[in-house]
């Protein structure tokens, strides 16, 4: 079956397949953190020790890519794309510090910071030893409307960005 795959298959669309387990790279993390099977989605990152507020927690690398390559890779099923710029997008599913399995609620308890062409998730609130690590994805653009079982109280009800729900 492999020798029938193409290249983009192989390299680019099965790097973010159902299949794929985390794999957490330590250089990128700041805390102990760990994969388990989440309550919302699949696998989830994990803080294994309490983490403070304001701290950087993880940086979410991998593969950098521009627009046009954006939109290629647009046919697969999951979100690992991150836009740093108007014209440079990190793909966490090729070369990802283990970032890209971190789940999607309504009330995160990281943000994104992005400077100097990288992107840190750094603690929105102190967050207990145990507890899954969370961030908005705020979908944008024209990605397609994707619903949200966070759960919470403040569920908008989609990983998209607010304005784009209106
Ligand atoms: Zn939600």
Redesign the pocket.
């Known amino acids: 079956m492999s020798e029938k795959l193409t290249p983009f298959v192989r390299d680019v669309v099965l790097p973010a397949g159902p299949d794929v387990v985390p794999r957490l790279a330590e250089a990128a993390c700041s805390f102990r953190l760990a994969y388990h099977p989440s309550p919302i989605h699949r696998w989830g990152i994990f803080a294994m020790e309490p983490i403070p507020a304001r701290r950087r927690v993880i940086e979410y690398t991998g593969e950098r890519i521009k627009p046009d390559e954006v939109r290629r890779r647009g046919v697969r099923p999951r979100i690992y794309i991150f836009w740093v710029s108007p014209r440079v997008a990190i793909d966490g599913a090729i070369g990802g510090s283990g970032a890209e399995f971190i789940n999607?609620?309504?009330?995160p308890n990281l943000i994104a910071r992005k400077r100097h062409g990288r992107i840190h998730l750094v603690s929105l609130r102190p967050i207990e030893a145990g507890e899954e690590l969370l961030l908005d994805y705020q979908v944008s653009g024209d990605a397609p409307l994707t619903p949200?079982?966070?759960?919470?109280p403040?569920?908008?009800?989609?990983?998209n960005r607010q304005d784009d729900l209106l």
């Open positions: 999607h609620s309504c009330a949200c079982r966070c759960g919470t403040q569920c908008r009800g989609y990983l």
